[in-house]
């Protein structure tokens, strides 16, 4: 079965620092998701992205975060200066359409020290 | 986004059919039922999806009710690798993109 790839699998960085989570989408899938996990809650919508622009953001999606979609074939959520609040799971997701399944990779477990 | 209502936790034992429920009864006639799930330490993974009648997939089966105000996930024999976090969610055609998950249901299999 197709699969959904993340890296890093972890990912430590500490406060205020940068990051940039990588993902490799299914090949032929047109919509791509981030999610995230903090421990022990609920997953949460962060946005989508269609087209090479984002349809569709969260409350949490602010302007510490960003999307892109460098090479046609990766998708990254930058976030800038982090928190120790936005220590999660990040999951990335695709789908062919907007109704249908979604993949998910295996997610980066974000720690923000 | 239409809610649903899940119960926190289930427990089955190895080789057992598992019925999991899901109330939707606000539900509209453009929302398909969706169900994932959670293994420990993994990503959401797909499961079934329906809208009106009946599924069945090498997973699962989709049992919907005829108002469709609930549906019912079955795991015809559980196996210890079915104990995840089951989720129902509900998606409208034509509108939001995402995926809501709410708390879901904390399947225990026994061996």
């Known amino acids: 079965e197709p699969e959904v790839t993340q890296t890093p699998s972890h990912q430590v960085t500490q406060m205020g620092q940068e990051v940039i989570l990588r993902c490799v989408p299914i090949s032929n899938h047109l919509y791509f998701y981030w999610y995230r996990q903090i421990l022990g809650q609920k997953v949460e919508f962060l946005v989508s992205?269609?087209?090479?622009?984002?349809?569709?953001k969260s409350e949490i999606f602010d302007d510490q975060f960003s999307v892109e979609r460098p090479d046609g074939s990766n998708f990254t959520l930058k976030i800038r200066s982090t928190k120790l609040e936005d220590s999660a799971m990040y999951f990335c997701a695709s789908s062919e359409d907007q109704t249908l399944r979604a993949f998910f990779g295996q997610g980066t477990r974000l720690t923000v020290v | 986004d239409a809610k649903t209502t899940q119960p926190n936790s289930m427990e089955s034992n190895e080789e057992e059919p598992v019925h999991l429920p899901c109330n939707h009864s606000?539900?509209?006639?453009?929302?398909?039922i969706h169900w994932y799930r959670q293994l420990p330490s993994q990503g959401p993974e797909y499961v079934i999806h329906?809208?009106?009648s009946n599924v069945n997939n090498r997973m699962a089966s989709l049992a919907i009710a005829e108002d469709r105000k609930s549906s019912t996930l079955i795991l015809h024999r559980a196996t210890l690798r079915d104990a995840a976090v089951y989720y129902c969610?509900?998606?409208?055609?034509?509108?939001?993109?995402?995926?809501?998950f709410g708390k879901g249901t904390k399947l225990t299999v026994n061996p």
């Open positions: 969610i509900l998606r409208t055609q034509g509108g939001s993109e995402k995926l809501v």
């Open positions: 606000t539900i509209s006639g453009t929302d398909y």
């Open positions: 992205f269609y087209n090479n622009e984002i349809s569709e």
């Open positions: 329906g809208l009106t």
